[in-house]
C-alpha cells in the first residue's frame, strides 16, 4: 500500500508536466512525424534495488493513455546491469515528452531504496529499524519515502502534523524538559487529539528528567558516544521506545544497532544519496 493517495501522485505529475514541455516539445515536433509510433525499454545500467515502477506506469499514462506500458520487474526487485525494468509502445512524441521525468523519479527512488536496502541489511542481525527523516527534497517527500519503504526501511513522521517531535530547540525554547514534556500532554488534552510524542536528549542528565516525567512514545538519544548510550538504553529498559540519531551513517550504524536502541533514524538516506543509472532507449 502506498503512503500517497493517487490524487497527490497526479497533482505531482501535472505540476512536472507543466515545468517540463511547457507549451511543447518542439524538439520532438520538429524532427519526428506526428504519427510516428515507437517502442521503447527502460535499461538498468548498475546494480540496485529498483523502486518507482508503479509511479512511472503513472507517469507514462498520465502523458498519454493509450500508451503501452509493459513491466517486467517490479518495486523492490533486485537488479543486475542490463535488466530491462519495462518496455513502452505508441507515440514517439508521448514516449519522449514522458522519458525525462521517468528517469529522474526512478532513478531517485532506486537510488534510495538501494542505499535503505544495504543499510537494513547490515542490522538485520540486530532488529533494529531503521527509519528515514523530514530531510528530504521539497515536494518529494511522499516519494523519498515510499522508496524508503520498499528499500526495507520505516518511515518516521511524514511532516509536522502527524507526531509531536520535541527536539533540542523546543527543549530550550520551552525551559526544559520537564517543561516541554508536560506543556505538550496539556495541548494533546486541549485539542482533543490523539498523537504519539518523541523527546530529544542530548545527555543522560537529560534522559533521567524525561523518565521521571513519562507520558511518551519514544526518546531519541541525540549524538550520544557509545558509552552514554548504552547507560541511555539501560536506564529506559523496556519503558520506551528508543531511537539513536544524529552523525550516523553506513560506517557506524552497525555498532549503533548493537546498542540495543530500538531504531536508528538517519537523513541519509533521503539527502545524501546517489541515483541509480537508469536509461530509456528506443527500439
Not at 529498483?50 to 507517469?59: C, E, F, L, R
Amino acid at each position: 500500500m502506498n503512503n500517497y493517495t493517487d490524487k497527490q501522485l497526479t497533482d505531482f505529475i501535472d505540476l512536472c508536466i507543466l515545468e517540463d514541455v511547457g507549451d511543447g516539445d518542439h524538439t520532438s515536433l520538429s524532427t519526428i512525424p506526428a504519427s510516428t509510433q515507437n517502442k521503447a525499454q527502460l535499461l538498468v545500467k548498475e546494480e540496485g534495488i529498483i523502486a518507482g515502477v508503479d509511479v512511472a506506469v503513472k507517469i507514462f499514462h498520465r502523458f498519454d493513455p493509450s500508451l503501452n506500458v509493459n513491466t517486467l520487474l517490479k518495486d523492490g526487485d533486485a537488479v543486475t546491469y542490463g535488466q530491462v525494468v519495462l518496455t513502452v509502445q505508441g507515440s514517439a512524441h508521448s514516449i519522449l515528452k514522458a522519458e525525462r521525468l521517468v528517469l529522474n523519479i526512478m532513478q531517485r527512488m532506486s537510488g534510495i531504496a538501494t542505499y535503505t536496502n544495504k543499510v537494513v541489511g547490515m542490522v538485520a542481525h540486530t532488529g533494529c529499524k531503521i527509519l528515514d527523516t523530514r530531510k528530504t527534497t521539497p515536494g518529494l517527500r511522499f516519494l523519498e519515502k515510499e522508496a524508503v519503504l520498499i528499500g526495507g526501511g520505516f518511515n518516521h513522521r511524514f511532516g509536522l502534523y502527524d507526531m509531536i517531535l520535541i527536539k533540542d530547540n523546543h527543549v530550550d525554547y520551552a525551559g526544559g524538559i520537564t517543561q516541554a514534556l508536560r506543556n505538550a500532554k496539556q495541548y494533546l488534552i486541549d485539542t482533543n487529539r490523539t498523537l504519539p510524542i518523541e523527546i530529544e536528549t542530548r545527555s543522560l542528565a537529560e534522559v533521567a528528567e524525561a523518565l521521571a516525567e513519562g507520558g511518551f512514545l519514544r526518546i531519541m538519544f541525540d549524538n550520544f558516544s557509545f558509552d552514554d548510550l548504552k547507560k541511555a538504553v539501560e536506564m529506559v529498559g523496556d519503558l520506551y521506545q528508543t531511537e539513536a540519531s544524529g552523525g550516523i551513517t553506513i560506517n557506524n550504524v552497525v555498532e549503533y544497532a548493537e546498542h540495543g536502541v530500538t531504531c536508528i533514524s538517519i537523513g541519509a538516506l533521503t539527502h545524501s544519496v546517489k541515483s541509480l543509472d537508469l536509461s530509456l532507449k528506443a527500439v
